[in-house]
T-cell receptor, first 114, second 114 residues
Framework: AQSVAQPEDQVNVAEGNPLTVKCTYSVSGNPYLFWYVQYPNRGLQFLLKYITGDNLVKGSYGFEAEFNKSQTSFHLKKPSALVSDSALYFCAVRDDNYGQNFVFGPGTRLSVLP | DARVTQTPRHKVTEMGQEVTMRCQPILGHNTVFWYRQTMMQGLELLAYFRNRAPLDDSGMPKDRFSAEMPDATLATLKIQPSEPRDSAVYFC????????????FGPGTRLTVL
């Protein structure tokens, strides 16, 4: 079975500082990993995904994520946080042994303080 | 700019009433997903379809929930009878159906059952 953990419910960072939102996963096959962002009263928006290849994935709005197979992690990062990055972030995994079924993490609320 | 659309955006109803939520997936997408989001449970997969056929509805309470795709441009989620514990935001997402396709989410239907 596949699972995703986001160990932090809340991350606070000052504007201009680097940010990291953590994600670890468990799959039996090869993982397809995704990050989504949710702003208040909105649906989830796709940020980036890892399928194969380069471990560093670049996505929308200056975000990037690093796939680490040995640590089974896929942390989301941004070099310089903006107040407008404040939102709820979801990590998701799909195990290529389990068809189209995504599993989402519980979400991490990011607050960027001015 | 192709988007998933959902109607209604908000629904308030009384316990025991039937509720129907509709989703129009992005044209050309052949996978459709229904999710429920609550504070307590986070994001839960209720059902998903490929080429209009239900592939997995194990996350859905079968006695009161039903999901269908009458045609490729319409997916419906029905609750009959509704209960207060069904109060949540219901999201529809669609994807192109490739091996590691991204899911694109609609804006959600906020359901309140009194």
């Amino acid at each position: 079975a596949q699972s995703v953990a986001q160990p932090e419910d809340q991350v606070n960072v000052a504007e201009g500082n680097p940010l990291t939102v953590k994600c670890t996963y468990s799959v039996s096959g090869n993982p397809y990993l995704f990050w989504y962002v949710q702003y208040p009263n909105r649906g989830l928006q796709f940020l980036l995904k890892y399928i194969t290849g380069d471990n560093l994935v670049k996505g929308s709005y200056g975000f990037e994520a690093e796939f680490n197979k040995s640590q089974t992690s896929f942390h989301l990062k941004k070099p310089s946080a903006l107040v407008s990055d404040s939102a709820l972030y979801f990590c998701a995994v799909r195990d290529d042994n389990y068809g189209q079924n995504f599993v989402f993490g519980p979400g991490t609320r990011l607050s960027v303080l001015p | 700019d192709a988007r998933v659309t959902q109607t209604p955006r908000h629904k308030v109803t009384e316990m025991g009433q039937e509720v129907t939520m509709r989703c129009q997936p992005i044209l050309g997408h052949n996978t459709v997903f229904w999710y429920r989001q609550t504070m307590m449970q986070g994001l839960e997969l209720l059902a998903y379809f490929r080429n209009r056929a239900p592939l997995d509805d194990s996350g859905m309470p079968k006695d009161r929930f039903s999901a269908e795709m009458p045609d490729a441009t319409l997916a419906t989620l029905k609750i009959q009878p509704s209960e207060p514990r069904d109060s949540a935001v219901y999201f529809c997402a669609s994807g192109p159906g490739g091996g590691a396709d991204t899911q694109y989410f609609g804006p959600g239907t906020r359901l309140t059952v009194l």
